[in-house]
Every structure is written in C-alpha cells, then in structure tokens.
C-alpha cells in the first residue's frame, strides 16, 4: 500500500524548539570553522606562491598577513583548526559508537570548547616567545 | 492506483546514492590531517611574518616539505568534500547547486595543487 499521508506526517520538534545545548552548538560550530578556514587555506597559499616567486612579492603578501587585519583572520583561524581538530577527533571516537551517554556528550562538548581555547592561547604565547 | 510495490517505487531513489564512500573517505582524511596539522602548527605556521630567507631555508628539509605537501593536499580535499556536504544541506536551487559544487571542487583542486607546486619549487631550489 502507497504511504497515503505523504507530506502530512507530524514533524519532529526543530532547533528553534529546543533550548540550546552544548552538542548542538559545538556541531554546527565545528561546521562553520571548517568552512571558515577557507580564507585562512587562500592566504596560506598566496603566501607560499608568493615564498616560491620572489623575495619581494614575498615580503609584500607576509606584510599582508601580518597586517591587523591579516593577523585577526589568522589567529581567529588558529582558534578554528584547534577546535576543528578537537571536534573532529570527538567525532571519530563517536563514529565508534563510543561517548553517547548524556554525561559524556556534555562533558565532551565543553572539554573541546575549553581545549581549544587553551590550546589556541598556548600556541601564540610560543608563538610569541620563539 | 499504482500497481507497485512500496520497495519498487523508492529503489534507486535515496539522495546520497554513493554517500557511505564520502563518508568513509572524509574520516580518512581526518584521521591522516591530525598529525599533519599539528606539524604544520608547529614547524609551518611560526615562519609566518619571518624573512624570506627562514622560508626558503625551512623546506629544504624534506620531512618539512612532505608533510606542508601532503597538508595542502589533504587539506583542500576534505575542504572540498566538506563544503559540499554542507552545500548539498543548505542550497536548494538545482542550478546554484550545481555551479557551487563545480566552482568549490574546481576551486580547491586549483589551491591544492598551487599551494603543493610552491613547496615543491622551494624545495627544489627556486
């Protein structure tokens, strides 16, 4: 028998129902980082086309990058890779079927927001000291 | 009244078609990115904003240059794939579909291949 309720069936409650809650925040988050990272993967390789060409054009796209405004887009993008790669490996070991009770996906969501911004602090403090 | 069955009328109609593959080869390319993220934070990324001179001398080393290449590349490929699935999620008009997912697969291919071709010439000797 044909579904005869094609286009009627109740929806499922959406997002603008839920109160937040961190899985679903660091899900799409982990989205909009590695979609973000984009203009970061763009600059990395203008700057090394640009190492590849010249010592001049070389020295133009490094003060591009680290200009202010270079700066901003590469250090917010720091903090993304770290949280992208954090998200990421929670994601694997979830792939595993591993981590699904409601404690562990809390404590897990919360675990890569922190990791990541202590991560992102620590490598620009090396950054800034070698 | 249709004289098929409910399993007749779906077969060959899912949207993801090949979509455990995709899946599969994402997951692999996460997996061979986390070593080589963490090596290009730590070797790569400090030579920003350095002389042109600490560039070209940090790729001569082989270990360097095969990682930052094999990072590129892997990079704009789950790039790539990433963009499309959310591209497929979120853009609904066939057209724009498809000339988003042709110009972002084209666009990352083209990126992959400059950024791996740069290291390659500096490590060969620009």
Redesign the interface.
Known sequence: MADVNRGKRPLSPHISIYRPQINMVTSIVNRITGVAMSLAAVLIVWWLLAASTSSSYFDFVNGVLTSWFGLLVLFGSLWALWFHLLGGLRHLIMDFGIGYDLKWVDLGGWAIVVASLVLTAASIICLAIF | M?YKT?MG?VIGLGSAKDGTREWWIH?LQ??A??PL?LYF?WKV??L???S?AE??AAFQSPLTAISTILF?MI??MH?AG??QE?IVDYVHGKACLVILLVSTKLLCLG?GF??A???A??AFG?
């Open positions: 249709e409910d009328r997951r996460s997996v990115l986390v993220t934070i990324a400090p920003i904003g350095g042109h560039v070209i590129i990079a704009f790039l990433g963009l959310v990126l400059a950024g071709f740069a290291v010439k500096i620009a």
